[in-house]
């Protein structure tokens, strides 16, 4: 699966890396604690998470993340967004649950 495969069914808002959206995703993880997700995001997941501070682009990058979906409607600011884009970490955005999010995730890469 490819993240863009992911947008219309996640209602995500792209905001950072339009151009790496054929980006192959392998799983995802759901997590909120950055030591955890430091220890656990694999190479090529979404990382799903409601934290939108400057951590999780540091964090994405060091992981090599396929993408990190903010949930419940949360964007990070704009100095966040512009890190991001320079590290080319894609940030995407969606109203839903995490719980829903990685419900549907799931399905989508079982396909």
Same mark, same amino acid.
């Given at each position: 699966?490819?993240?863009?495969? *992911?947008? &219309? ?6 905001? $950072?890396?339009? &151009? @790496?959206? !054929?980006?192959?995703? $392998? %799983? #995802? ?6 030591? &955890?997700?430091?220890?656990? /995001?694999?190479? %090529? ?12 682009? #540091?964090?994405?990058?060091? @992981?090599? *993340? +396929? ?5 419940? %409607?949360?964007?990070?600011?704009? &100095?966040?967004?512009?890190? +991001? #884009? !320079?590290? @080319?970490?894609?940030?995407?955005? $969606?109203?839903? !649950?995490?719980?829903?999010? +990685? %419900?549907? /995730? ?6």
């Amino acid at each position: 699966m490819k993240i863009s495969d *992911a947008i &219309d069914e996640l209602q995500l808002q792209v905001k $950072t890396c339009k &151009d @790496k959206l !054929s980006t192959e995703v $392998t %799983g #995802a993880y759901v997590s909120d604690l950055l030591s &955890d997700v430091m220890g656990n /995001l694999q190479q %090529g997941n979404i990382w799903i998470t409601l934290q939108i501070h400057m951590n999780i682009v #540091a964090i994405a990058s060091l @992981k090599n *993340a +396929a993408a990190i979906i903010t949930i419940g %409607g949360r964007s990070p600011q704009y &100095d966040v967004l512009e890190k +991001a #884009a !320079s590290e @080319k970490v894609v940030i995407m955005s $969606t109203p839903l !649950s995490a719980f829903e999010t +990685a %419900g549907r /995730l799931y399905s989508l890469l079982n396909k």
